[in-house]
């Protein structure tokens, strides 16, 4: 029908499903599409944490490239993984249903969560999850964990790590959960955790149209608080900082935290808030963390971070 639209997406099994997910909708609605999958800098640079690399949206950036250059039309992403700053003359179009947003731990067994002489090692790439498995478990060793789900549960069998930490919406979409994960229900997500995210030009009102169907209202305002806590608090600095906003009737609960890189300090925010009122409360619960002490804290995660690179 008409014009093709390009999906642009990384290469990974988890991205793949994705966009595959998206194609499906798009020509549900009478769309021709392809897939066009993109390596990115992420996915080629291994050896080095996330937080080492100093790139702002390391997992976008080739896609937003390509869109701009004129190679695809739209992309398809982990809504985590998308800075709170799109790049100029790209647009969000469409969130979907959101997912699950915990945070599981892919296990050998748990008896080592019940010792507390016990010199565990626990793997991540997330500052956010290393800080709060810190602040929980201080007496515990949290290593780096990079490369894709599939990678990072291959290192989890080859390591003797006792486990690892994952977004269980990224497990459960490429039916690779194990059934004795344990959910972390105490660990505040990544903010859009579970939720996939469609961009365009902004100057593609065919595409905007096209995606804006796929738009899920409610999971759009909930990473809109949680994306908005963010921006407030990061200032473009990657730091240890976990958000969900959560519908409860005509509300939003919304709880947001940040940390300290040692997970030793937690700045914590809860409130509920009145779900025509959404529009800058994430904003608003990001000052007060600031005001709590929050202020300090950033800047001195700023100066560990650039001691780093």
């Not at 490429?174 to 996939?196: E, N, R, Y």
Request: charged share 25%; glycine share 8%.
């Amino acid at each position: 029908m008409g014009r093709l639209i390009r999906i642009g997406t990384r290469e990974s099994e988890l991205a793949l499903w994705q966009a595959k997910t998206v194609q499906s909708k798009i020509e549900a609605l009478g769309h021709d599409t392809i897939l066009v999958p993109i390596k990115s800098t992420g996915d080629q640079v291994l050896d080095k944490p996330l937080y080492e690399l100093g790139i702002t949206g390391i997992f976008t950036k080739t896609l937003d490239i390509s869109m701009l250059n004129g190679q695809i039309d739209i992309a398809v992403h982990s809504m985590k993984d998308v800075p709170t700053q799109l790049p100029k003359g790209i647009v969000q179009a469409a969130v979907l249903e959101r997912a699950a947003t915990q945070d599981i731990l892919v296990h050998k067994g748990l008896d080592f969560l019940e010792s507390e002489n016990s010199t565990s090692t626990i793997a991540t790439g997330s500052l956010r999850r290393k800080a709060q498995w810190l602040h929980r478990y201080p007496h515990h060793n949290v290593v780096d964990l990079r490369g894709n789900v599939n990678t990072r549960l291959l290192k989890v069998i080859e390591n003797d790590w006792q486990g690892a930490i994952f977004a269980k919406a990224g497990l459960e979409r490429i039916k690779l959960m194990p059934k004795d994960a344990l959910i972390l229900d105490w660990m505040i997500p990544a903010p859009a955790q579970g939720a996939m995210v469609v961009v365009t030009l902004d100057k593609d009102e065919h595409c905007k149209e096209v995606t804006n169907k796929l738009n899920h209202a409610p999971s759009e305002i909930e990473t809109h608080m949680e994306r908005e806590f963010l921006r407030t608090l990061e200032g473009g600095c990657t730091a240890p900082i976990g958000a969900r906003a959560k519908f409860e009737n005509q509300s939003v609960h919304f709880k947001g935290c940040l940390f300290s890189l040692d997970g030793k300090q937690k700045i914590e925010v809860e409130k509920l808030v009145k779900t025509k009122d959404f529009k800058g409360f994430g904003e608003r619960c990001a000052l007060e963390v600031l005001e709590k002490g929050g202020s300090l804290l950033m800047q001195e995660i700023r100066n560990e971070n650039s001691a780093l690179h």
